[in-house]
């Protein structure tokens, strides 16, 4: 299918060194990983593997107990059939955001549910896509805050108050009464376009101000999704802590092996020249415990347990009762969330941005560890969104997509340097640089030998001048800027919208945006692209 008036350009998601060799198929960086992405036998044996210790009765009851799973009309069905015919899971995810986040998240959701349906096709069984709402997550900061461009083709940004308590889980932070300003600037950025009445009612029925964070980032996606069969788990539920008690029991009385395999993989990658993603902590299990309203690291002191900043120590025995009674007091970090989601789960393949694909080389031990099987880790869709009138900007002056990731004001000065009267004047004015350098060159020689004291006063004298033309080059270039405004405006729209701040539109651009333009269309669309 095709919409008018748009179109998606490919971007590579090689933006890290390790997930670039990936994606190309080099090594060291598939070792890393586990082979390459692309390779179909890959994906068969995992499933075989897969096959034979998932518990799907159990993900099915995780995946039914979400509070969002109401809106999926065909949830119960997918449910049956994924039980009866021994089904499996693919698996993305991101924290929540305001709104839904930037257009990466989107890129998520498409991304994984095209993976499902093409290991569906190739393994003849069900593949439900799920999507991880990481809402334990505590970075309020990144989490309040939404930006697009508004009708005046300048970037507004949306964003709720920061005042909550630091390290208190997005789960269990309210959206507030901040909220309506929120939704009232919406509606003042946006253009009424027939779809707009349709995504705002979703919106509002997701984004209350008395919910938190996590549960309307779910209720949102969920409400877009469901159709097309798309599993939203919040990590606050208890059936996910209580589903994978196992194995956090084992990250909290075995985390000195996990820590040190993790320390081990981590040296060989950076021997091998790649960055890292996260530091190993030595004295960390991988784990969180949700004390008091905050969000603490589980550490080793000794042979008992601490929690980060709060100064609380406990026993084995203590945490082993906390792990019977109150297993939802437990909440997995970074290292140890990709093996709970195996081991619920049962991951067939991660669908992973770029930090993401660098940070999974760097757990591939630990499965083995939690005998689980580590997923094929696959890149998300990453690109741009053109509009046509856009790309008629592009197309007037010649530009690809990715020269205006400089800027708009230096790509302006390059199509003026390529003006030709622009550049016998700067060439003028060059040549007059050079003779004057030259000038002072021959009377510094002389001045060495008739009185070397001179050469000071020369010296600030030629710096003088030095800096007058370049004060006199940089007039010029505004002069012909100013000339140009025509030029810059549009140049300087076009930027915001593709790479604002310089950034990738992705990452910076709500899906909002192009959502109350296109309307649900968008989202087929971008499963082709994917």
């Known amino acids: 299918m095709s919409i008018q008036g748009i179109k998606f350009k490919h971007l590579s998601l090689s933006t890290n060194k390790l997930a670039a060799d990936y994606l190309a198929g080099r090594e060291p960086a598939t070792g890393l990983l ?49 039980v009866g015919r021994k089904g499996f899971c693919v698996v993305t995810g991101q924290q929540p955001v305001l709104l839904g986040g930037p257009l990466y998240v989107l890129y998520k959701c498409v991304s994984v549910i095209k993976a499902a349906r093409e290991y569906s096709a190739l393994l003849g069984r069900p593949v439900l896509p799920v999507f991880w709402n990481a809402s334990e997550d505590h970075d309020l900061a990144e989490a309040s ?66 919910s938190d964070y996590g549960h309307a980032f779910s209720e949102l996606l969920v409400r877009l999704f469901a159709a097309r069969g798309l599993f939203v788990v919040d990590a606050c539920s208890p059936e996910i802590r209580r589903g994978a008690s ?21 040296g060989a990658i950076e021997q091998a020249g790649y960055p890292l993603q996260v530091r190993p902590q030595s004295d960390d299990t ?48 970074v290292r140890a969330r990709p093996l709970v989601e195996a081991e619920l789960f049962g991951t067939l393949c991660y669908l992973a941005g770029p930090a993401e694909i660098a940070y999974y080389a760097q757990l591939k031990p630990l499965y083995g560890l939690r005998a689980l099987e580590m997923p094929i880790i696959r890149p998300r869709l990453s690109g741009i969104l053109l ?26 000065e390059q199509l003026l340097d390529g003006d030709e009267q622009w550049r016998a004047l700067t060439a003028e004015l060059e040549s007059l640089r050079a003779e004057l350098e030259s000038g002072f060159e021959r009377v510094g020689r002389r001045l060495t030998q008739i009185d070397p004291t001179l050469n000071g006063p020369l010296g600030s004298t030629r710096g003088a001048v030095s800096g007058n033309l370049d ?50 269309a968008l989202i087929d669309w971008l499963l082709e692209q994917a």
């Open 246 to 266: 196992r194995l956090l029991e084992q990250e909290v009385f075995d985390s000195a092996a996990g820590a040190k395999l993790f320390e081990e993989v981590s």
């Open 471 to 520: 004060k006199l080059r940089g007039k010029l270039t505004q002069a012909a800027a100013r000339r140009n405004e025509t030029m810059l405006g549009q140049l300087g729209k076009a930027g915001v919208q593709l790479w604002p701040g310089g950034k990738r539109q992705e990452r910076e651009i709500s899906w909002l945006y192009y959502m109350v333009r296109y309307g649900d």
């Open 145 to 210: 805050c939404v930006a697009m461009p508004a009708l005046d083709n300048k970037l507004a940004a949306l964003s709720l108050p920061v005042d909550a308590e630091r390290y208190r889980p997005l789960c269990q932070t309210a959206l507030g009464e901040g909220l309506g300003e929120v939704r009232a600037a919406l509606e003042r950025i946006t253009p009424a376009t027939e779809f707009r009445p349709w995504l705002f009612s979703i919106l509002d029925e997701s984004y209350t101000a008395g």
């Open 34 to 82: 586990g082979g390459r992405h692309d390779d179909r036998s890959r994906i068969e044996a995992l499933a075989a593997s897969v096959d034979n210790r998932l518990d799907r009765e159990r993900a099915a009851a995780v995946l039914a107990g979400q509070r969002s799973f109401a809106h999926m009309e065909n949830g119960p069905a997918l449910l049956d059939q994924f």
């Open 286 to 333: 991988g784990l969180f415990v949700l004390s008091r309203g905050r969000r603490v690291k589980l550490q080793r002191h000794g042979d008992r347990f601490r929690l980060k900043g709060l100064g609380d120590k406990l026993t084995g025995q203590e945490l082993r009762l906390m792990l019977q009674d109150t297993p939802e007091a437990f909440s997995p970090g």
């Open 387 to 412: 509009e046509a009138r856009i790309e008629k900007v592009l197309d007037k002056y010649g530009i690809a997509v990715e020269t205006l990731q400089q800027g708009a004001g230096s790509v302006a």
